[in-house]
T-cell receptor
Framework: NAGVTQTPKFQVLKTGQSMTLQCAQD?????MYWYRQDPGMGLRLIYY???????DKGEVPNGYNVSRLNKREFSLRLESAAPSQTSVYFC??????????FGSGTRLTVV | GDSVTQMEGPVTLSEEAFLTINCTYT??????LFWYVQYPGEGLQLLLK?????DKGSNKGFEATYRKETTSFHLEKGSVQVSDSAVYFC??????????FGDGTTLTVKP
């Protein structure tokens, strides 16, 4: 099915461990995004990439890094996980004036 | 700055009741407007959109009209079903592409 694919779907990390969340889209969209969703906090933008080769910080970038590997793929890395990074992470893609297409999410727990 | 204000939830309705979820926005330029729906345990899905003033977006019995004079995009459905229970997000984007989201409104429909 066309859309946005995120892996893994679930992950448990210990404090201080690192991991990379993967995201790929097959709609030829230029823009890609990483959000986190916490109870009562809505969606908060971590990083985004307006086009291949560019990345910009969102509202809550601290503790994260991103790589726009090519037009299809946009990964999010946690270098040293902290309990405050326990959340549900969503990747999305879009074109100008279109809505977003979201992935199904990665549920991350840091213990 | 850019912002979206949504009706606070949770909203609880009986099956076949009329639904309105209010949304107003503050944006520079001429935004496109969107409603997304998030079912439990899933990512957000685009529900409907409108790209210019007086446009009406519709899908699955839901409707919303782009009201430029009141900067509003209220979501309505004439007869809700239990299966409509979800979180609804209002959003807009401009030519920068990046969307601004509301905090979400939780709808519960009881049989």
């Amino acid at each position: 099915n066309a859309g946005v694919t995120q892996t893994p779907k679930f992950q448990v990390l210990k404090t201080g461990q690192s991991m990379t969340l993967q995201c790929a889209q097959d709609m030829n969209h230029n823009s890609m995004y990483w959000y986190r969703q916490d109870p009562g906090m809505g969606l908060r933008l971590i990083y985004y990439s307006a086009s291949e080769g560019t990345t910009d910080k969102g509202e809550v970038p601290n503790g994260y890094n991103v790589s726009r590997l090519n037009k299809r793929e946009f990964s999010l890395r946690l270098e040293s996980a902290a309990p405050s990074q326990t959340s549900v992470y969503f990747c999305a893609s879009s074109e100008i004036y279109t809505g977003y297409t979201f992935g199904s999410g990665t549920r991350l727990t840091v213990v | 700055g850019d912002s979206v204000t949504q009706m606070e939830g949770p909203v609880t309705l009986s099956e076949e009741a009329f639904l309105t979820i209010n949304c107003t926005y503050t944006a520079t330029g001429y935004p496109s407007l969107f409603w997304y729906v998030q079912y439990p345990g899933e990512g957000l899905q685009l529900l409907l959109k409108a790209t210019k003033a007086d446009d009406k977006g519709s899908n699955k019995g839901f409707e919303a009209t782009y009201r430029k004079e009141t900067t509003s995009f209220h979501l309505e459905k004439g007869s809700v079903q239990v299966s409509d229970s979800a979180v609804y997000f209002c959003a807009f984007n401009t030519n920068a592409g990046k969307s601004t989201f509301g905090d979400g409104t939780t709808l519960t429909v009881k049989p």
